[in-house]
């Protein structure tokens, strides 16, 4: 994939991916009749499905190297065509190897961000990142942690309670800073615990989006919500406060789930608002 880079201030952010998976649009957003897609005709592939990216950031800050949520993960042995554990060869393609990152960040702790925080092998398990430490949310990880929890998403099991015992987990708070440049916000609804990345740096703003929203509709659709939404209505509330706060201010949306490489702006006609990819070049 080619390099997809863009500056905010002094931050520097990559876009990465593990590769794609693809919905139908009514089986993703099940509350939405299909007719109301009629306007959208350019939002499904030639299958009729919505394809999201499984978008990581690699973001340069302070002098550190952070990889912002880790995919689904490797390729299941059973499914070679599965269309996505691909984020360690992206990562190779930039450059970059595993010991380069120094901090792990997860928006939320669903399956498809957590994907390669660990590998197996021979029945040890090993951070992928040897050098980084892993910051989750803390309400995410409070949430996720307990036993009802685990058996309901297993994959945190695999994929998050080891950091914990490894002592590789780091927490963060709602408007604490884990770089100058960087803040986590807590942005409650896909999971209770979920975070955006607010990113200033010499006057400039960015933000990264987690899964506040998963298609680029849903900057005028703000009503329509993912079926992995834990708590719809919250999530509702939540993406219209945050678009609220960024319109106007200029700010790049880095959003891993919208086409790659997911970068962006809000804009504003007829009154609409609507998504207007980042020119790259
Ligand atoms: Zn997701």
Redesign the pocket.
């Known amino acids: 994939m080619p390099t997809r880079k863009i500056t905010v201030g002094n931050v520097e952010i990559t876009s990465l991916s593990d590769g794609h998976l693809d919905f139908d649009p009514c089986v993703f957003f099940p509350s939405v009749e299909k007719t109301l897609w009629e306007p959208y005709p350019d939002a499904t592939n030639e299958n009729h499905q919505l394809s ?1 990216n ?1 978008g990581s950031f690699l973001i340069r800050s302070d002098g550190r190297t952070i990889l912002v ?1 880790t995919g689904l993960g490797p390729v299941p042995p059973d499914a070679p065509d599965s269309g996505w554990g691909e984020l360690l060869d992206d990562l190779a393609d930039k450059g970059l190897r595993p010991e380069d990152i120094d901090m792990v960040v997860m ?2 702790l ?4 957590v994907g390669w925080n660990l590998l197996e092998e021979g029945g040890d398990v090993a951070p992928t990142f040897p050098k980084a430490r892993y910051w989750v949310g803390a309400r995410d990880w409070e949430f996720f942690r307990t036993e009802e929890n685990l058996e309901k998403f297993p994959t945190n099991r695999k994929c998050v309670a080891p950091l914990e015992e490894m002592g590789l987990m780091e927490l963060m708070e709602d408007g604490k800073a884990i770089t100058s440049d960087i803040t986590p916000i807590l942005t409650p609804g ?1 999971t209770p615990g979920h975070i955006s990345l607010l990113i200033s740096s010499q006057g400039e703003k960015g933000l990264v989006l ?2 506040a929203a ?1 298609h680029p509709v849903q900057l005028h659709e703000l009503e329509w919500c993912s079926f ?1 939404d834990l708590d719809p209505d919250l999530a509702r509330k939540t993406r219209t406060a945050l678009f609220d706060r960024i319109e106007g201010d200029n700010t790049v949306l880095a959003a ?2 919208f086409p790659y490489p997911g970068f962006g702006r809000l804009a504003r006609m007829e009154g609409r608002r609507y998504w207007q990819a980042l020119d790259l070049g």
């Open positions: 999201l499984l949520d928006t939320h669903h399956r498809d961000h896909h987690g899964d998963h992995a891993g789930h």
